[in-house]
């Protein structure tokens, strides 16, 4: 038996298990499937378990030993298997041989990735899937962080498939010896054939095989593209900017292609995403069609077309796509041909689709785009250590999507998403923050399951609504820190009730409370302020009540109006009223009551004046002190009942322009502290009347008298000295005693006289001197008669010292 030019070797197969034919399509940005019809041998009786080779990795080998071209080679894993036919001990089994990628559509997953770019997405979801650092390789260049990228209900190969077709990435494959490898790319730069040598280009018609290996046909085909591509969107961070992308697809190109929402924020992206839907379409404008023998003419590689009778068409081209066909029933296992049914009966055929190698390939948009219809729930988030919702700049919210599988928490579960809200404007708005833990609504603009917004609140057993069947007349708005807007609708007992929990403060108004239509109450401070006017109108009682301090600052003019009777009372405490000015009229009676002490200050002048008669009654002591003067008008009497006290802590002068009449009923008492007592009466007599005198001096006495003085003394007069008395006499000195004098002088005394000395005795004189010693130089004198005891009388001229008794008739 001559040797299999098809082969394949598989740790779940039979060693001779025998290749029958194959056929497949590869395309660049999609898994490859290969169909494999393969023969296997059992014994009688014995079963293929079909299950044991699914998933088991497989190599399949074409090789023309012949030739110097190397084998060609596909390498994957089992994706099915399928009994078609069992004859003569040998079973037809169709095998389905995929890459590993394919497995990924396998899957279904929800799931959102937050603060990463799309290279990074892609690879976090292929090594998910158990692929390494050796199954796949990146040849990309830098991309922006996205802040939010959701998988929704969706295979993982869609999900990533539909994220690089819009970046423009495309993907094949390399195979080698045991496994294949994933190459995603985003450039130019392509991949060469393994085989170095031009592929031929040899037309052929039916069985001819004199060319070998070529490419029998070549067919290209050109279409119409649109002029451009427009793309447009929006950034609710800044509004106003233009965000938008053109470029330019073919000049001769009809029409163009407008697109809204394609999720980009900024200028750049839009010009970035503009060109690369520009080179999708620029991608299939020119595209070309080939069958031949060719082998390793696959997806994502190129090579170089030769003899073409046109010499443009001899250049490089990319091959887009191939579908192979191996057929070895129709040479050595003929008896199965018919089973396999394959279009050729070459030993491999393959028809390819390819580009211009200088035209930069971009993969057709076609994986869908998934649509959420109708809202999701999520959960609001937050930093573990607080139980409010975490806000960013912009009011947004971290939401936890309950269908979001992954175990992201807080503000990596998702991007800040907007809240809709019922009103806003440029400083208008209406924003309720949440907390975390809220059940939300999500709507999703456009169905796209990366643009979220936030519809409303959803209550929950433990988020429950303020309003169930207990009160369902009120209409309930309330916040987390629990303060309340309470609007109850029940037919008569209407009311609004607005409250807070911090001291107890709240306003309720509507239907009586407490006996009150209208509370405003607070267990703390208080203020009303307005910046103009403010008027109440109380049709009935009004009823204050301050617990403590109670003050009032009006810095305009005050009038109150009472058209009835106005009582005040003070229980314990004092009344201090202070005004800059005040006039007060009372048009009749007033009377005002002090039970204890009053006590008035004026700093300034004080005018009362009376039009008629005033009557003060005081019956204990009256104190009047007066700062400075105190005048009266006209007339001005005050007759006090009881004592009467004045003191007055500085000088006191009074002035009275007319005469002063004081009368005493009892004793008179002056006290003087400091300094000295004067009377001065200029021009007229001062006139002491009273019947006993006593004048007592702990000092010195002065007397001057600057005109003549007179003493009448009608009683007895009697001088005491107790030291020395001195009598200077300058001037005339008379002494007239019209009924008798005694001097008694019981020390000595001393008599200087300086001048003409005149003494007339009219009566008797009596002189008793027990001792005189005179020294006269002239006496002149006449003496009627004298009677004296003198002790001792010494007189020395100016000089006299006598002890003398008088007695003068």
């Known amino acids: ?69 190397p084998p060609f080679v596909f390498c994957g894993v089992f994706g099915e298997i399928e009994l ?74 869609d999900f990533i498939s539909r994220w690089m ?270 907390r975390k833990g809220t059940e939300v609504m999500i709507a999703f603009l456009g169905g796209d399951p990366d643009r979220p917004v936030i519809a409303g609140v959803a209550p929950n057993a433990l988020t429950p609504s303020p309003v169930t069947s207990r ?31 911090h001291a107890n403060t709240y306003l309720r108004m509507g239907s009586a409370n407490d006996d009150h239509e209208l509370i405003a109450k607070t267990d703390l401070r208080g203020l009303w302020c307005t910046g103009n006017n403010t008027d109440f109108n109380i049709k009935g009682h009004w009823w204050i009540e301050v617990d403590q301090d109670k003050k009032e600052h009006v810095t305009g003019a005050v009038e109150e109006v009472y058209k009835a009777t106005k009582v005040e009372h003070v229980d314990s405490g004092s009344v201090t009223e202070t005004y800059k000015s005040q006039n007060t009229t009372i048009a009749q009676t007033y009377d005002f009551s002090v039970g204890t002490t009053t006590t008035e200050t004026y700093t300034g002048d004080h005018t009362i004046t009376h039009s008629a008669n005033v009557t003060e009654k005081v019956g204990g002591n009256f104190h009047l002190g007066v700062g400075a003067d105190a005048e009266g008008g006209a007339k001005h009497a005050v007759n006090v009942s009881g004592t009467y006290k004045m003191h007055v802590t500085g000088t006191e002068t009074r002035n009275i322009d007319g005469a002063q009449t004081i009368t005493v009923g009892g004793g008179q008492t002056f006290n003087v502290s400091g300094g000295d007592v004067k009377f001065e009466v200029p021009g007229n007599h001062f006139i002491v009347n009273c019947i006993d005198q006593s004048v007592t001096l702990t000092g010195k006495s002065w007397h001057e008298t600057n005109g003549p003085k007179s003493e009448l003394v009608k009683g007895f007069k009697h001088d005491t000295v107790l030291g020395i008395h001195s009598d200077n006499h300058i001037g005339l000195h008379q002494e007239f005693h019209a009924v008798g004098a005694i001097d008694i002088t019981m020390a000595a005394k001393f008599e200087m006289f300086v001048g003409l000395k005149l003494e007339i005795e009219a009566a008797a004189g009596i002189h008793l001197r027990v001792c005189e010693i005179a020294d006269k130089r002239m006496k002149l004198g006449s003496v009627g008669a004298r009677i004296r005891s003198v002790a001792a009388d010494i007189t020395g001229g100016a000089v006299r010292i006598s002890q003398r008794f008088h007695i003068i008739a």
Request: proline share 5%.
């Open 1 to 69: 038996m001559s040797q299999d030019l098809i082969t394949i070797s598989s740790s779940a197969l039979p060693e001779s298990t025998r290749v029958a034919a194959f056929t497949g399509i590869e395309a660049i940005s999609r898994p490859y499937e290969i169909e494999i019809f393969l023969l296997i041998r059992g014994g009688p009786g014995e079963e293929i378990d079909l299950a044991d080779p699914i998933g088991a990795k497989a190599r399949l080998v074409i090789d023309r030993q012949n030739d110097r071209i």
């Open 84 to 157: 078609l036919h069992a004859l003569d001990g040998w079973a037809l089994v169709r095998a389905l041989l995929v890459p590993r990628l394919w497995q990924l559509g396998l899957s279904r997953h929800s799931r959102i990735f937050t603060g990463r770019s799309v290279p990074e997405v892609i690879e976090a979801v292929l090594q998910d899937n158990g692929l390494t650092g050796g199954d796949y390789e990146l040849r990309l260049g830098g991309y922006e962080v996205e802040e939010h990228i959701c998988q929704y209900r969706e295979s993982d190969l």
């Open 165 to 434: 077709e819009r970046e423009g990435i495309y993907y094949f494959f390399e195979h080698g010896d045991d496994r294949e490898k994933l190459i995603l790319a985003d450039n130019l730069t392509y991949d060469k054939s393994p085989i170095s040598q031009p592929v031929r280009y040899y037309p052929q018609a039916g069985g001819d095989h004199s060319a070998g290996a070529s490419l029998r046909s070549f067919k290209a085909s050109h279409t119409t593209l649109p002029a451009k591509v427009m793309l447009k969107d929006y950034d609710y961070a800044r509004p106003k900017l233009d965000v938008s992308g053109i470029a330019p697809v073919s000049d001769s190109g009809v029409g163009e292609v407008s697109l809204y929402g394609e999720r980009f924020f900024s200028p750049s992206a839009g010009s970035r995403l503009a060109k690369l839907r520009s080179e999708e379409l620029l991608a299939k404008q020119v595209t070309y069609r080939a069958k031949g023998t060719r082998f390793h003419l696959r997806a994502g590689y190129t090579f170089d077309l030769e003899e073409h009778p046109l010499p443009s068409f001899n250049t490089t081209y990319l091959t887009t796509s191939a579908r192979h066909f191996g057929n070895q029933a129709a040479q050595t296992l003929a008896q199965f041909h018919d089973l396999v049914n394959l279009p050729y009966n070459d030993i491999y055929t393959v028809e390819l689709t390819a580009i211009p190698a200088k035209t930069q390939f971009r993969p057709e948009s076609r994986t869908p785009w998934p649509r959420i219809d109708g809202f999701q729930n999520g959960i609001i988030e937050g930093p573990a250590n607080s139980e409010y919702a975490q806000i960013d700049s912009h009011g947004r919210y971290s939401v936890k999507f309950q269908f979001d599988e992954s175990d992201l928490r807080g503000t990596e579960a998702s991007t800040f998403v907007r809240m809709l809200q019922p009103h806003g404007g440029s400083i208008e708005g209406f924003h309720f923050p949440l």
């Open 471 to 501: 009160n369902y007349t009120r209409n309930v708005l309330q916040t987390g820190g629990r303060n309340r807007l309470e609007i109850e609708d029940l037919a008569g007992q209407q009311r609004i009730t607005l409250s807070t929990p």
